[in-house]
């Protein structure tokens, strides 16, 4: 699909700068779980971190955001773009649970979950 392979690389800067916030903070990749999705109408990119780990929502907000502004240094429009949620969750199957796509939004999570 030719959605799905222009958005492989945006994925995966994504999920390398979420990465390398996490593991900054102590966090390996089986501690939290990445979701999103795409929507081509408007071009956003919505994703919710989650982390099973006692986290500071605020401060972790803040951490992947400036995390994706270095990752998108010389696409600034991207991170314009991407909407973020960080919630502590019970499990990391809450993550997925709670953030199903919209029927006309592709579902970035398995791309992510790649990268």
């Not at 979420?18 to 956003?44: F, I, K, N, P």
């Not at 990119?45 to 500071?56: E, N, T, Y």
Request: glycine content about 6%; overall charge negative; charged content about 25%.
């Amino acid at each position: 699909m030719a959605i799905t392979t222009s958005l492989r690389p945006i994925a995966r800067r994504i999920a390398t700068a979420v990465r390398s916030y996490a593991t900054s903070q102590g966090l390996a990749d089986g501690d939290y779980a990445l979701a999103g999705t795409w929507d081509e109408r408007t071009g956003r990119i919505a994703l919710v971190f989650g982390s099973d780990r006692a986290i500071d929502e605020k401060q972790w907000y803040a951490g992947i955001l400036r995390s994706l502004r270095q990752a998108f240094a010389d696409q600034p429009s991207v991170v314009m773009h991407i909407g973020l949620v960080v919630e502590s969750v019970r499990s990391l199957d809450d993550v997925y649970l709670r953030f199903p796509p919209v029927c006309d939004e592709e579902d970035l999570t398995d791309l992510l979950e790649r990268s």
